[in-house]
């Protein structure tokens, strides 16, 4: 399959569940009828070519499944006849309900996993397949996450919600793209650092959000966080795969429109008033993409937008990061102080024991910094972060 068909597809699959959601009511069987028509669509369209109206031929694909589906369920004939009454599809498929489909993959009766999932299928398009495999999971795993995720949503309203629910919501579907593209961009599992399919479709589908709700400064600042950190993506991995941290980069190879855009992005978001996390953590990337070389960096600049973060979080991971740049501004053995008040807020976790290796090593400190990047390779469940930090380790202590 071309990649113009697979785009097509992923662009028409939240709209398409949309009109097939909102006529019959069901999300749950809408979404496995929209599936069928995606994957028929799949085969179809790269032999026959693409259909005049590509999104009114799935939509009519959708509703036949959609008709099969109903007359499997217990209710089959009371169902039947409302389905048969209806009128056909016609000029529904011109609306996009992409926004609301993703509103209602991000209910908050679903845990971030399921939401993820759901949202990566829903709205994504992605099948439970390829989702499987990004995540590493069997994929009758997957299928019965999914499954329980839409059982959640049986019965659930397809509409935007109310005024009042609105903000958290979007909170909420702003928070899980978040956790795509960080997946994407840093692999939690697995031997490869990226997975490109995660990264790319969190993107694209804060593009789709931002498009809808353009005056929204923390969509901007979310979409402003990941352009300006994907840029980087190119240098951020050596011909093998090995893993290159920020500051031994090439940064001649980071992506400059991304840059530029990011950068766009996060000024004119700043400027509407109140800040939010995202917007913070979007300038602080940018600030990174503005050093030249890695000793170029504004740490104190950094230091302080840090600072707010955490005031603003409550976050244990910003207050690691926060203790980081602690270091660069004020030396090391500040920066471990820091650290050591966070063993309780993340215990175990192996990024503590990586920051401590690397500000021994900065305060000249070998044989601590080896033991605890040692200790770090032994927790992570990344490949490439586990290579790197025996590499480390294995330098030092020769």
Known sequence: MSHAVEDL?????????????????????????????????????????????????LVQAAVRRMIDLIRSEAARRRREDEVFRAPPPGDAADRDDTLVVLFLCCHPDLTPASAIALTLRAVGGLTTAEIANAFLVPEATMAQRISRAKQKLRGADFAMPGPEEFAARLRTVLHVLYLIFNEGYTSSVGGSLHRTELSGEAIRLTRAVHA??????????????????????????????????????????????????????????VERGAIGEYQLQAAIAALHDDALRAEDTDWPQILGMYGLLEQMTGNPMVSLNRAIAVAMVHGPAEGLKLIDALDERLPGHYRLDAVRGHLHELAGDVPRAVTHYRAAAARTTSIPEQRYLMEKASRLAH
Do not use: H
Request: include cysteine; proline fraction near 7%.
């Open 9 to 57: 597809l992923r662009e028409c699959a939240p709209q398409v569940l949309g009109v097939v959601a909102r006529r019959y009511g069901d999300f749950a069987l809408a979404e496995d009828a929209v599936q069928e028509a995606l994957l028929a669509a799949a085969r179809q369209w790269p032999v026959d070519g693409l259909p005049d109206n590509p999104r009114g031929w």
């Open 212 to 269: 809808r709700l353009p005056s929204d400064a923390e969509v901007a600042g979310l979409l402003a966080l990941m352009l300006l950190t994907d840029a980087r993506r190119p240098a951020r991995t050596g011909p093998n795969g090995s893993l290159i941290p920020l500051a031994e980069q090439d940064r001649s190879l980071w992506d400059k429109a991304l840059i530029v855009e990011g950068v766009e992005l996060i000024m004119a978001a």
